[in-house]
């Protein structure tokens, strides 16, 4: 097994299985590590996902900012990934997160409905 520099559980060699699109982007759904509910879908580009694994702050891209942006910095309410993983065509991230406050900017604890029923 190689060593990394890393803080985050993960495969090795996920940064070499990786698949990012056209733009060189990979969708990353984050995933409360203790409830395991599912709190939000954001984009990492390779810096993103490299600066996640490096200090365990999770780190995003903003398309239509065209920069990145860690989690929290503004609001305060950070994500710490716990672990993360590859689906199994590679190209979807599941994190792991410790998420301090909501995760969705409207203040939800989650960006995805609570109803079961979307009438």
């Given amino acids: ?19 990012f699109n056209d733009q060189g982007l990979i969708p990353a759904i984050a995933q409360d ?7 939000m879908m954001a984009w990492m580009n ?5 600066a996640t694994l490096r200090e365990g ?4 891209f903003s398309r239509s900012r065209q920069e ?4 929290g910095d503004t609001s305060g ?5 716990t672990r993360i993983r590859l689906d199994c065509d590679g190209d ?6 410790v998420q301090e406050g909501p995760a969705c900017h409207t203040g939800a604890t ?3 409905d609570s109803e079961t029923s979307h009438d």
């Fill in 46 to 50: 390779r810096e993103a996902l490299e």
């Fill in 92 to 97: 979807v991230l599941l994190l792991d997160v």
């Fill in 33 to 39: 590590s203790s409830s395991r509910a599912v709190l």
């Fill in 57 to 60: 702050r999770v780190t995003y």
């Fill in 110 to 112: 989650s960006c995805f």
């Fill in 68 to 71: 990145l942006w860690r989690k």
């Fill in 77 to 81: 309410h950070t994500q710490h990934a």
């Fill in 1 to 19: 097994m190689t060593s990394t520099p890393w803080v985050v559980a993960t495969e090795p060699t996920l940064l070499d299985r990786a698949i």
